[in-house]
């Protein structure tokens, strides 16, 4: 059982975001069509999608 706050962004939303910005959409606007905070984005970006090192 979950407990607190459902999440904002789904992991479809959350791949809909990361794509935009990967193609050059500024993140406040990624943000506006998903309909969430600029910060909320950055989060779930950064928690779902994993980080490539450049090695």
Known sequence: ???GRPPKLT?????LGHRLCAE????RDAARILNCHQ???YRAIGRF?????GD
């Open 24 to 27: 050059g959409t500024p993140v």
């Open 11 to 15: 992991i479809e939303q959350i791949a």
């Open 49 to 53: 999608v994993p980080a490539s090192d």
């Open 1 to 3: 059982m979950r407990f």
């Open 39 to 41: 910060a909320t984005l």
